[in-house]
């Protein structure tokens, strides 16, 4: 079985500073992950994702998350908040075949709130 | 390209109706996940859809059953309506998921049963 869990329900940070989103998965088998982005009201969308190669994940709106195997994590990052950063947060992983099989699992969220 | 498209943005009913939610996937995809979010929750997969057969299927009863169209819409049907159905019901569609495709996500469908 695979899951998700997101360290911290809530985040706030203030503009210009640094944002830091945790999220630790369980996996059985080489996990896909990503990181999703969910307004108000609306739907997901994604920031990045990694399958396999660089560990080191760049994605949109200066985001980035970094896979470490030995930890089981994929934090999220952006080296300086901006107020439409505000938003709730998903990780989720999908397992690379297997019964999990175009299933993704997603952790609690985290709301971002950044203050001026 | 229009994404994926959700009909009906907003629905209320009554405990024990039926209801069916509809869904368009992303030009160029054939293969439609259907997911429960609960107020607070992240989503939870109900099932995914492929070549108009269901291909994958999570926690949840029989009440929930759908459909893929050959044109690669889809339907969520939800029978005997409980107050805990009461959701955001988001449809995502991909090109033949192999789990590292990324998943297109609709707006959803917010459901309030009363």
């Known amino acids: 079985a695979q899951s998700v869990t997101q360290l911290g329900s809530h985040v706030s940070v203030s503009e210009g500073a640094l944002v830091l989103l945790r999220c630790n998965y369980s996996s059985s088998v080489p996990p896909y992950l990503f990181w999703y982005v969910q307004y108000p009201n609306q739907g997901l969308q994604l920031l990045l994702k990694?399958?396999?190669?660089?560990?080191l994940v760049k994605g949109i709106n200066g985001f980035e998350a970094e896979f470490k195997k030995s930890e089981t994590s994929f934090h999220l990052t952006k080296p300086s908040a901006h107020m439409s950063d505000a938003a709730e947060y998903f990780c989720?992983?999908?397992?690379?075949?297997?019964?999990?099989?175009?299933?993704?699992?997603f952790g609690q969220g985290t709301i971002l709130t950044v203050h001026p | 390209d229009a994404g994926v498209t959700q009909s009906p943005t907003h629905l209320i009913k009554t405990r024990g109706q039926q209801v069916t939610l509809r869904c368009s996937p992303k030009?160029?995809?054939?293969?439609v996940s259907w997911y429960q979010q609960a107020l607070g929750q992240g989503p939870q997969f109900i099932f995914q859809y492929y070549e108009e057969e269901e291909r994958q299927r999570g926690n949840f009863p029989d009440r929930f059953s759908g459909h893929q169209f050959p044109n690669y819409s889809s339907e969520l049907n939800v029978n005997a309506l409980l107050l805990g159905d009461s959701a955001l019901y988001l449809c995502a569609s991909s090109l033949s998921w192999t789990g590292s495709t990324e998943a297109f996500f609709g707006q959803g469908t917010r459901l309030t049963v009363v």
């Open positions: 990694y399958t396999t190669g660089a560990t």
């Open positions: 989720a992983v999908n397992n690379a075949g297997g019964t999990s099989y175009g299933k993704l699992t």
């Open positions: 030009s160029g995809h054939d293969t």
